[in-house]
């Protein structure tokens, strides 16, 4: 009889987060607010290059951007906020960063919180970037979930690979 387990992951849809991208370019090429403001964003493996013709515009830029996020389902937690720099003639840049992947620090901090639940049996351990759960019971790594889903670790959570 194997042990039931779940892992606890942190991913970023890199597909949805592309979606909402191009939406928010779209509707910056098309709101008269953004009109002659050059207002962008650029979308890498790991980062959002924004930039516009004022800081102003490039806030409003960053709202319509998480709206987008948002209604694809992308959690504002995986995002990390560069500096906003300024360029040339009140222009405005920021980088900001998809945060994907538990760190070590992170993963420590949820052991801790699965061992304070007292839950006979429930154990974590980090494998990489995900924080593997086992347990005797299933019902105990179901409540161990449901803890840890009221818990805010700061980054955006998810449960994959439950195993009875």
Do not use: C, W, Y
Not at 7 to 31: G, H, K
Not at 61 to 81: F, Q, T
Not at 112 to 141: C, M, P, Y
Request: proline share 1%; hydrophobic share 35%.
């Amino acid at each position: 009889m194997s042990v039931p387990t779940f892992d606890v992951v942190s991913e970023v849809n890199l597909q949805e987060v592309r979606n909402a991208v191009d939406q928010a370019n779209r509707e910056a090429s098309t709101r008269f607010d953004f009109k002659d403001t050059d207002s962008k964003i650029e979308f890498t493996e790991k980062e959002l290059h924004l930039s516009s013709a004022s800081e102003d515009r490039l806030r409003a830029l960053v709202v319509v951007l998480e709206e987008k996020l948002v209604k694809r389902g992308v959690s504002l937690k995986s995002l990390e906020r560069g500096e906003i720099v300024e360029g040339s003639r009140g222009s405005a840049r920021q980088t900001i960063k998809l945060v994907a992947g538990i760190s070590t620090e992170k993963g420590r901090a949820i052991n801790k919180l699965i061992k304070e639940l007292n839950l006979k049996g429930v154990s974590g351990s980090i494998q990489g970037d995900a924080v593997r759960v086992s347990g005797k019971k299933r019902d105990d790594l179901q409540a161990a979930i449901q803890k840890l889903k009221e818990a805010d670790f700061g980054i955006p959570l998810q449960f994959n690979n439950f195993r009875d």
